[in-house]
């Protein structure tokens, strides 16, 4: 079935750039996401990448897509300490309107 | 802007208590759905809503149940809770054949 995976944490200096990885696996997927969560708040869309692009660049956020390995990584430049949040990759499932989310990066961001 | 709206951000409940949770959209969207969100689970769909008086079980749908009489409102009913229901509840909305959805600010819901 449809998985997607991520690493648990990451922890950055501020001013310092972010790199958030995550692997998916349905290669029909049309759109892949970036949602953020900050604490206690519900998720909030920061970016989304169709699926026939590779990269999408938005102000600070840069979205790098490997179709051919199924990998989608997040590039958030002079990460500062309001960054800190808890980052969802998602994917869309062909022909139906549900995500897959992964288990979220909580990223760090230290003086 | 889309807005979605939860009832409650925390809720405390006793173990066999009926829970609903409640979830509002204003921006006319076909499709709702209820997640929960556990640490290092990520989010797991619960119950999805595809239009009025229409649901679709998730991933995880033992122990819950969902009504949609209105379009807007999609609830989410732990019939008898469980101290294993401890968790947050997260309800978004998207448009039909839209897959971009919109989040609620959740409910942490604490079962004792």
């Known amino acids: 079935g449809e998985d997607v995976e991520q690493s648990l944490f990451l922890s950055v200096r501020e001013g310092d750039s972010s790199v958030i990885n995550c692997t998916y696996t349905d290669s029909s997927s049309t759109y892949l996401y970036w949602y953020k969560q900050e604490p206690g708040a519900g998720l909030q869309l920061l970016t989304y990448i169709f699926s026939n692009m590779d990269m999408k660049q938005d102000q600070r956020l840069t979205v790098l897509l490997n179709k051919k390995d199924k990998h989608l990584s997040l590039r958030i430049a002079d990460t500062q300490t309001g960054d800190s949040a808890i980052y969802f990759c998602a994917e869309s499932i062909k022909s139906t309107d549900k995500l897959i989310f992964g288990t979220g990066t909580r990223l760090q961001v230290f003086p | 802007d889309v807005k979605v709206t939860q009832s409650s951000r925390y809720l405390v409940k006793r173990t066999g208590e009926k829970v609903f949770l409640e979830c509002v959209q204003d921006m006319d969207h076909e499709n709702m759905f209820w997640y929960r969100q556990d640490p290092g689970l990520g989010l797991r769909l619960i119950y999805f809503s595809y239009d009025v008086k229409m649901k679709e079980k998730g991933d995880i749908p033992e122990g819950y149940s969902v009504s949609r009489e209105k379009k807007e409102r999609f609830s989410l009913i732990l019939e008898s809770a469980s101290t294993n229901q401890t968790s947050m509840y997260l309800c978004?909305?998207?448009?039909?054949?839209?897959?971009?959805?919109?989040f609620g600010p959740g409910t942490r819901l604490l079962v004792l």
């Open positions: 978004a909305s998207s448009g039909s054949g839209q897959e971009t959805q919109y």
